[in-house]
């Protein structure tokens, strides 16, 4: 349990505009402001004694009196750390199964616990994983106990560093249908443990087209427009939810899409993951046709087409149904009088989750990837790694031989992945060198640069025009 008073002292100490506080020295403690410091909400951590923050005075001191001294973070004059609480008390402790964990950083009510806003994190001690940030957590698939919430000041949020997978999820409808099927998308989504922002693509068509088309007014308005379509390079997976039109996108849709072409130019959705879930008012009206019409967007955009397979049981039923190996769809009927049926939502949460999940790998590849390129084995192994590797951290600072004796099969570890590198570097050598004495390479090359060049220019003068 964490000390009553840590988050007091920490919020107090932020709120004065305190430049270091110091805390008893626990296990919770340590866990908490080495999340803290991870997190960017303090900019740094010491260990001492209750009278400085010097490391060397930690070890002389008596067990009681060590102290984890927290440097706080301040911009602008503003404490970065708002506001910190505890969760879980003595007199009640709130324990989060894994799919109350994703619920709860999508901002879902949790056993009386209100939902993780913008801005703020959450940390969970789960079982043999130690603490962790709650995303991090529902990205892992991982269960915990909830412990503590902090809360950064709202113009600090920077959305683009956040360390989850984003997926927008992005709808156009007429009738409603799609939304109603998108809200089962959306469901699986959230239980993949990816960020979901969901957003409805603006009307084009006018009130009185509207109205004679008996088109509902301000259908579903909760839902955010995607105004901006430059937003849709933030995210790491769009899904997209339209109903048919001749078994393509509606105009809509198509105005959308026709507003990236900046986007295509700079390459900006290339390798997001990409998927469709659409309708039809009829059984032969165009289920399949109408996600294959639509992969050619995605691929144009070098994005990573994710269908579903036949992952979903109800695929393999009989009965009249929407849903493909292409992804989810509901059949409205030719009067929208027929809603999705509960198997065309069960398709679709599956669709979604596994979207999701497909998404988080690729995410998560990114990190793994950006992490080795900046030297950082643990976290190139993975955030279990890196867990791993700072309660290392934390035993070395107790005993100076234990830490010594950890690092050394780490530094092994490393050195093998060094060789590894250098003759791999090695084997790939030769065949750049032959390319270079093999005249019709050189041919080859300077074609490629030519057309290269064609195509800049092209894309130079595509985003000039837009
Ligand atoms: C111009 C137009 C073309 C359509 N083309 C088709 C079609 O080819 N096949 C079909 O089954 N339904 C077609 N529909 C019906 C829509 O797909 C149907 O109204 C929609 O799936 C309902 O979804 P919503 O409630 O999300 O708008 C068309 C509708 C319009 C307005």
């Known amino acids: 349990m964490l000390p009553h ?20 020295y626990t296990t919770q403690n340590f866990h908490l402001s080495r999340l803290l410091l991870d997190q960017g909400m303090i900019t740094n951590v010491t260990l001492g004694s209750p009278a400085s923050n010097n490391p060397s ?18 911009r602008s ?58 995303r991090d957590a529902a990205r892992r698939n991982l269960s915990g106990e909830a412990m503590t919430r902090a809360l950064t000041f709202r113009f600090f949020i920077n959305t683009a560093n956040s360390n989850m997978v984003k997926v927008a999820q992005v709808e156009y409808s007429t009738y409603g249908h799609i939304y109603t099927l998108g809200d089962s998308i959306n469901k699986g989504l ?43 390079a ?58 294959t019409n639509n992969i050619s967007f995605a691929a144009h955009h070098g994005m990573i087409y994710v269908p579903t397979g036949y992952i979903a049981p109800n695929l393999f039923q009989l009965d009249v149904n929407g849903g493909s190996a292409w992804g989810a769809s509901t059949i409205a ?9 509960a198997e065309e939502h069960e398709v679709a949460r599956i669709h979604g989750k596994h979207f999701g999940s497909v998404t988080n790998q690729f995410g998560i590849g990114a990190e793994k990837l950006a992490a080795r390129k900046a030297g950082d084995p643990a976290a190139a192994a993975g955030t279990e790694g890196a867990v791993k590797s700072a309660e290392k951290r934390e035993e070395g600072v107790t005993n100076e ?66």
């Open 234 to 291: 933030e995210y790491d997976g769009l899904i997209f939810g339209f109903p048919t039109r001749y078994g393509g996108r509606p105009a809509q849709v198509s105005t959308l899409v026709d507003r990236t072409g900046g986007l295509w130019a700079k390459g900006a959705l290339s390798k997001k993951t990409c998927s469709f879930y659409i309708s039809t008012a009829t059984v032969h009206g165009g289920q399949e046709i109408t996600h």
């Open 77 to 134: 004059n503003r404490p970065v750390l708002h506001s910190m609480s505890v969760i879980s008390k003595p007199s009640k402790r709130v324990w989060m199964e894994k799919a109350e964990v994703k619920r709860w950083v999508n901002g879902a009510r949790i056993k009386g616990v209100s939902g993780l806003k913008l801005g703020e994190i959450g940390y969970l001690k789960t079982h043999g994983h130690g603490w962790l940030e709650a």
């Open 57 to 74: 005075t930690f070890l002389g001191t008596d067990e009681q009196h060590r102290r984890i001294w927290l440097e706080l973070k301040y």
């Open 333 to 341: 009927g030719g009067d929208g009088s027929r809603l999705p049926s």
């Open 401 to 466: 031989q234990n830490k010594s004796a950890n690092e050394e099969p780490k530094q092994e570890a490393s050195k093998e992945k060094q060789d590894k590198a250098a003759s791999d570097e090695k084997q790939d050598k030769p065949v750049e060198d032959s390319k270079q004495e093999n005249p019709a390479q050189d041919n080859k090359e300077a074609q490629t640069k030519e057309k290269t060049g064609t195509f800049k220019k092209l894309k130079n003068r595509i985003s000039k025009i837009l």
């Open 5 to 24: 008073n840590t988050c007091s002292i920490i919020q107090n100490a932020s709120r004065a505009a305190i430049p270091k506080v110091p805390l008893q």
């Open 190 to 232: 959230i239980e993949s443990g990816v960020q979901v922002d969901r957003f409805r693509i603006p009307e084009t068509l006018s009130i009185d087209a509207l109205n004679k088309m008996g088109a509902p007014k301000d259908l579903r308005s909760d839902i955010p427009l995607l105004e901006d379509v430059n937003k849709l």
